[in-house]
């Protein structure tokens, strides 16, 4: 039970590594410095108080930077392969009583796959408010965004399979939403045709 917990755990974290990369990260060392949660002995960095300090800040200008509507664009290009590192890296750090093996394919394909994909949903959105909004939307969306990280880590954290059913439902929203993008997308280029 406690290596499916993990994994549940290590997954959701991961997951709100798509919305913001340093949120999970910094939960993670918060939960790891408090004695919340165990930590692999290769991650036990995470819970000294030099790392909590650091992604503390780094959430913050994360946060800040992600409310300048030029610069968020930028940002999503960057922060697309950074989620993918970090839901690895967090799903690496979670999970429990596992080979190596098992644990660095389920870190990479559970941990990075589901930063990633959130995240290329997350750039897209962002990119069609850009274009359909003139940017005026975008701080919404990135409100929204860090409020949805900082959610599912607590989740994660204090009810995993609670976050995993989250998750699960925030998929489907994410799901619909690009299916709208899209649609809007094909009806502009049809327009313009």
């Given at each position: 039970?406690?290596?499916?917990?993990s994994?549940?755990?290590?997954?959701g974290?991961?997951?709100?590594?798509g919305?913001?990369?340093f949120v999970p990260l910094?939960?993670?060392?918060?939960?790891?410095?408090?004695e919340?949660?165990?930590?692999?002995e290769?991650?036990?960095?995470?819970?000294?108080?030099?790392?909590l300090?650091?992604?503390a800040?780094?959430?913050?200008i994360?946060?800040l930077?992600?409310?300048?509507?030029?610069?968020?664009?930028l940002?999503?290009t960057?922060?697309?392969?950074?989620?993918?590192?970090?839901?690895t890296?967090?799903?690496?750090?979670t999970?429990?009583?596992?080979?190596?093996?098992?644990?660095?394919?389920?870190?990479?394909i559970?941990g990075g796959?589901?930063?990633?994909t959130?995240?290329?949903i997350?750039?897209?959105?962002?990119?069609?408010?850009?274009?359909t909004?003139?940017?005026?939307a975008?701080?919404?969306?990135?409100i929204?965004?860090?409020?949805?990280?900082?959610?599912?880590?607590?989740?994660?954290?204090?009810?995993?399979?609670?976050?995993?059913?989250a998750?699960?439902?925030?998929?489907?929203?994410?799901?619909k939403?690009?299916?709208?993008?899209?649609?809007r997308?094909?009806?502009?280029?049809?327009?313009?045709?």
């Amino acid at each position: 039970m406690e290596t499916l917990l993990s994994i549940v755990l290590g997954i959701g974290l991961a997951a709100a590594a798509g919305f913001r990369v340093f949120v999970p990260l910094f939960a993670l060392s918060l939960a790891g410095f408090y004695e919340v949660l165990p930590m692999n002995e290769q991650w036990q960095w995470l819970n000294s108080p030099v790392a909590l300090t650091v992604l503390a800040a780094a959430c913050i200008i994360e946060a800040l930077a992600y409310l300048i509507p030029w610069f968020d664009n930028l940002l999503d290009t960057l922060a697309i392969p950074l989620a993918g590192l970090a839901g690895t890296a967090i799903m690496a750090s979670t999970a429990m009583d596992l080979p190596p093996v098992f644990t660095w394919a389920l870190a990479i394909i559970g941990g990075g796959g589901a930063a990633a994909t959130i995240k290329g949903i997350n750039a897209s959105a962002r990119a069609t408010s850009t274009v359909t909004t003139g940017g005026i939307a975008n701080p919404i969306i990135s409100i929204g965004e860090t409020i949805s990280a900082i959610v599912l880590a607590i989740l994660s954290i204090f009810a995993p399979f609670l976050a995993l059913a989250a998750l699960c439902f925030l998929a489907f929203i994410l799901y619909k939403t690009w299916q709208k993008i899209q649609a809007r997308r094909t009806q502009t280029l049809t327009e313009t045709l």
